[in-house]
């Protein structure tokens, strides 16, 4: 058997033969007694039940035994790398996802037709859906199957997942003239654009080749009663947030004062679901650079800090994937701290909501003199030294020694809380020694820093 090993001139596995035997004749043994005695106890009433105890000790010795002596070839074990995600199974057709993560085709193709805009593992709304091949690994795969004497995945196709192409297109041009007909239920209209949306590349590009299409879209929905009617605002949103995660749609959505407007509306006023696609929906449109100040200037950044504050925690990542990436344009973080985005974004760091994100817009923002002044009115250092100490990201502790560096250049009297913590806890010392390389650095300035601090004192 293939996945058997037995080395033949192994020691281990001799000794092992040589026990086998020694049962396998005591067993024929003791079966041989137990058929004797029980003949002797017809005559003479023997017990035999210490015999046939005997027998199955020696029988199940000799399972145990040949169990042992049979391991799994470790080598026939499918590396991680090469397993499907979705599947957990060796991949045929490895394609790359706009997250950089590596699946099977044919499952993530039925992922997408399923309606899902997001990655399956990180739960990231894909800024495209475009799969591109894995080259490297497909070759890894083969070679590995051909190297165990296994035969290679074959490309598979899943014949269950539908690709709408030529006539088979939907025609989504009527569909928006039905909606704009009051005759029709908008409702039931704008529920199978949004399904068409999210299963047909078709619609999505539709969009953008078409200068009517998303004002036709919107045109059910006014500004200032956007959520009048609830089920129709959550089916147009989500339509528009499927809309915007082709590249080629970004610049046209952005650029569009109506479905921004509806937007940060609709973060304000709507379904839980309505206000998380709506952020979803910023931060997919400021992956184009020029949207960032578009939005920044729309009003959506209080909104979305807002949002923050929500239970859902789906709701909170979106916020604030589209605060983090319309806050790496210099300009709109100085409105996102005046709106009190620090505040908010301690507050829920505390309380242990989406450590990781919100300390990645923490970080971002402390690059602005009034970030440092909100920080320092919220006393954040005891926070920032607690995640150093007790977090297990590491890209979070090199965030939070990142902030502590520019708190200490802002006012060197918080030199005194990073001695005390490192009486007490060496914090700073451990970080410099097991930290990703940028925090070692900034760990070791603060350590030397400290060092000099303690000097003078001793020499004054």
């Known amino acids: 058997m293939a996945d058997e090993v037995v080395m033949e001139n192994d020691p281990s596995s001799i000794a092992a033969e040589k026990k086998t035997v020694e049962l396998k004749n005591k067993l024929q043994r003791l079966v041989k007694a137990i058929v004797d005695e029980e003949e002797v106890e017809d005559k003479?009433?023997?017990?035999?039940?210490?015999?046939?105890?005997?027998a199955l000790r020696v029988l199940n010795s000799l399972k145990d035994?040949?169990?042992?002596?049979?391991?799994?070839?470790?080598?026939?074990?499918v590396p991680e790398v090469f397993k499907c995600p979705i599947t957990r199974e060796l991949m045929g057709d490895p394609v790359v996802l706009a997250t950089g993560l590596?699946?099977?085709?044919?499952?993530?193709?039925?992922?997408?037709?399923?309606?899902?805009?997001?990655?399956?593992?990180?739960?990231?709304?894909?800024?495209?859906?475009?799969?591109?091949?894995?080259?490297?690994?497909?070759?890894?795969?083969?070679?590995?199957?051909?190297?165990?004497?296994i035969e290679p995945p074959k490309v598979c196709q899943d014949n269950d997942v539908i690709v709408l192409r030529g006539d088979d297109k939907p025609d989504i041009k009527s569909l928006l003239e039905k909606l704009s007909m009051l005759e029709y239920d908008q409702n039931e209209t704008a529920k199978e654009i949004r399904s068409l949306s999210r299963k047909s590349p078709f619609t999505r590009e539709f969009f953008g080749k078409s200068t009517e299409a998303i004002t036709k879209l919107l045109g059910p929905l006014t500004p200032g009663e956007a959520d009048r009617n609830p089920d129709l605002q959550e089916n147009i949103i989500e339509t528009l947030l499927n809309v915007s995660i082709v590249d080629q749609n970004k610049k046209l959505v952005g650029e569009n004062t109506l479905a921004i407007t509806l937007l940060v509306e609709s973060m304000q006023c709507g379904t839980i679901r309505t206000k998380g696609n709506a952020a979803a929906a910023f931060s997919t449109l400021a992956d184009h650079d020029s949207n960032k100040i578009i939005i920044g200037n729309s009003g959506a950044i209080k909104p979305l800090i807002n949002l923050l504050e929500e239970e859902d925690q789906c709701v909170v990542k979106d916020a604030a994937c589209a605060l983090f990436n319309i806050c790496t344009c210099h300009e709109i973080k100085q409105k996102a701290i005046k709106e009190g985005a620090v505040p908010v974004l301690v507050k829920r760091i505390q309380e242990d909501v989406m450590v990781e994100p919100l300390f990645s817009i923490l970080a971002l923002l402390s690059a602005h003199q009034l970030a440092v002044d909100e920080m320092n009115k919220v006393n954040v250092m005891p926070l920032l030294l607690s995640i150093i100490?007790?977090?297990?990201c590491e890209k979070t502790k090199e965030n939070s020694i990142s902030i502590i560096q520019i708190l200490l250049n802002n006012d060197r009297r918080k030199m005194r809380a990073i001695n005390v913590e490192e009486a007490n806890h060496g914090t700073i010392t451990k970080l410099s020694q097991t930290g990703t390389s940028r925090a070692r650095r900034k760990a070791a300035g603060i350590l030397e820093r400290l060092k000099k601090g303690a000097f003078i004192t001793h020499t004054a």
């Open 102 to 149: 590596t699946y099977d085709r044919p499952f993530i193709e039925r992922w997408f037709c399923e309606g899902h805009i997001t990655c399956p593992q990180t739960q990231q709304v894909l800024s495209h859906t475009g799969l591109t091949p894995n080259y490297l690994v497909r070759k890894l795969i083969y070679q590995w199957c051909i190297e165990r004497g």
């Open 65 to 77: 035994l040949k169990l042992k002596n049979y391991s799994y070839d470790d080598s026939l074990a």
């Open 44 to 54: 003479e009433g023997n017990d035999t039940d210490k015999v046939e105890d005997k």
């Open 389 to 392: 100490r007790q977090n297990t």
